[in-house]
């Protein structure tokens, strides 16, 4: 890795080809700008504007692999609920945090065993979305007292997507932590069962789509954990269902869309905890917003050496599209 007198005027994707999604995600933001900027949330198309527009790397060493990497080391984030950047590091803060506490999780309860639960309700008017989500929040309060809800603990989030029709796709991705006994006893569920419970909490007429796995891991460590985690903390909106390209023929344009949604998810919670993970997850909710977190949103901190003397700055070139590497060093304070 070169230091940031060599590098000056290069791309940040070019240094390092995997971080070429800061690029992605910088210039998704951008859109989301311009789709605020002249409606009630002009505020936000200047707040995301100014995020993350000036980027400091540290180089990090896997002393295993001797491979190096770049960490972001600061930056400043705008906060705004929908950005597509900092709902990014937010989605990497819990996974990182997450995957931490898992190995915690499993020496308490070491037999315990993990289930992938999707769980939706019909597609709704996007202006009904934040009743709709209401009333899923009380048929999963509902599911979670039944006598045959098998979990002990809990992890849920909210998606919001958005279909064909431009009707909203409200649903939630669960990890559910169960006895071992679940898979072998009387109180093991089909998916008709879970479709049945979750019907009956939703107290509506048809049988709604859900989808139920077993996570494949007794361990903690491996494979099919990492990806439920990554499938359950996710983005709650998805910035490619916002930033459609639509065809003309669609009756909602991007920024009605975008508008009507952040008025819809106003101060509603992504992500929640309970039974005996709550505890786990506690500190995590209290400060999901810490600034320190968003920026050291990667896994394996722990394993690499971070080399915090050499510095690599990046400036945001919106006509580029892309992170250039600035030939001077700034401070945030
Ligand atoms: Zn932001």
Redesign the pocket.
Known sequence: MPSHQETSGYCLSHISPRDVHFDKLRAN?ARFAELYRGTVYDAYADR?ND??TFLEFVIALNPDTGEQKLKLKSGR????PR?P??QWRKSLMWRAKTFKIIPKIFEDYPSSRFLFLTLTIANCPLDELRSTLTHMNKAWKRLTERQQFPAIGWIKTVEVTRDKNDLAHPHFHCMLMVNPSYFTGKYYLSKDDWIELWQKSLRVSYPPDIDIQAVKSRTGANEGMREAVIETLKYSVKPSDVLSDRSPTNRISDQDWLVELTAQLYQTRAIATGGVLKKYFKELEAENDNLEDLIHATENLDSEVMNSSVSLFFDWIQYRKRYVASSKARSFT
């Open positions: 933001a995301i995020c993350s984030f705008c906060r705004v950005c950047f900092c």
